[in-house]
């Protein structure tokens, strides 16, 4: 088998004693039952992830920065000129970008994945070099990618997962860069849900009107040329027909994640196209994944209601570079800290309800 095959071979479902054992545990904690809300059912979730209660804290953080361009750019879709993808990489390198304010922030580590920015770019430190081309195709001529281009990306998403976690790494963490990335991500997630272009299609880094109204009419002729959404197509069809090298390469970190029972927390419309092309390649790939927050764009929220997902944080951001996620990351690690740290009624001497002292 290859890696990919390998990889969905180990993802494993959520373990569901672990899951009692911490549903069991929150129970009798020191406070109302579920009065942490969502975060209860987080905390669950990734004690059922680990296979044990509590579950490792998911500490240290690292945020992988997927970089790639899009071939459909050439469709007039974004007033951004395509150099604007390597000239913000060497900002994230440099540590000029958002990312890395809110990324020192959290405590988080960067890294910068090239898996398919068009300029050449040279070595620097916190640079991964994992191109697989130059860019995509326009994928309203034809297809975006190679079938073997797809497979290679998905491929080097697994492997910077492998080697971030083999580093020590507990919790990792999706961002992206590449102009024209919400085109392609909403010809994906229109293709995984069934939903018609204008409902998925957002305006990105802020087109105008008219910009907009060609974005959907782009997204409905890709779509069209491909003949997607297609029950018959497989999921690295899709990728290959209308999706980036950045999208299939964080389906293949989300996969990795999920292998090593490791949570990954989804940035925005980009992570959310790839995570559904991550859970048509595996189900159970799910599991891994927090929804960090729920972007602007109206795709994004399509896509994590298509996946089950509750975001943690709504503040209209429309960013990526795994903004929203770092943003989230405190309330990840702090929902598996409560499991630790805070202490029952019996151990606190605190009487439960039933004792008649708490209302």
């Known amino acids: 088998m290859n890696l990919i095959e390998d990889t969905v071979a180990a ?19 020191t406070k109302p039952p579920g009065s942490l809300g969502v975060l209860e059912e987080l905390s669950v979730k990734l004690a059922g992830l680990a296979g044990r209660c509590p579950p490792p804290l998911p500490e240290p953080a690292a945020v992988a920065v997927f970089a790639a361009d899009h071939g459909v750019h050439a469709q007039g879709v974004t007033p951004w000129q395509q150099e604007v993808t390597a000239q913000m990489v060497a900002n994230f390198l440099a540590g000029g970008a958002v990312v890395n304010a809110f990324a020192a922030q959290v405590g ?40 073997d ?45 069934g939903l018609p272009p204008e409902r998925v299609t957002g305006r990105g880094t802020g087109i105008d009107d008219a910009t907009h109204a060609r974005k959907v009419e782009i997204v409905r002729t890709a779509l069209a040329r491909h003949g997607l959404p297609d029950d018959e197509a497989t999921p690295l069809d899709v990728l290959a027909a209308v999706g980036g090298l950045e999208h299939a390469a964080i389906a293949g970190f989300v996969l990795g994640a999920a292998a090593l029972r490791v949570p990954v927390v989804l940035d925005g419309v980009i992570a959310g196209a790839a995570a559904l092309a991550a859970a048509a390649l595996c189900p159970d790939a799910v599991g891994a994944c927090v ?15 298509e996946l089950g997902l509750r975001p943690l944080v709504d503040l209209e951001l429309r960013l990526g570079e795994g903004t929203g996620a770092l943003l989230a990351l405190p309330l990840v690690q702090g929902s598996v800290r409560v499991l630790h740290e805070v202490a029952t009624f019996d151990s606190a001497g605190v009487s439960g309800k039933d004792a008649g002292t708490r209302n």
């Open 11 to 29: 993802i494993a479902p959520l373990d569901e004693a672990a899951m009692r054992d911490a549903r069991d545990h929150q129970a009798r904690l």
């Open 108 to 147: 988080a580590e960067v890294s910068v994945v090239d898996v398919g920015v068009a300029a050449d770019l040279d070595p620097a430190p916190g640079l991964l070099q994992r191109k697989i081309a130059h860019g995509t195709a326009d994928m309203t001529l034809g297809p975006a990618m190679t079938m």
């Open 149 to 193: 281009e797809a497979r290679r990306a998905v491929t080097a998403g697994i492997e910077v997962a492998r080697d971030l976690v083999a580093d020590g790494m507990g919790c990792l963490i999706t961002g992206d860069m590449g102009i024209a990335n919400t085109t392609a991500s909403a010809a994906l997630i229109a293709a995984f849900t």
């Open 291 to 305: 929804a960090g927050h729920r972007s602007a764009e109206p795709g994004h929220a399509a896509a994590i209601a």
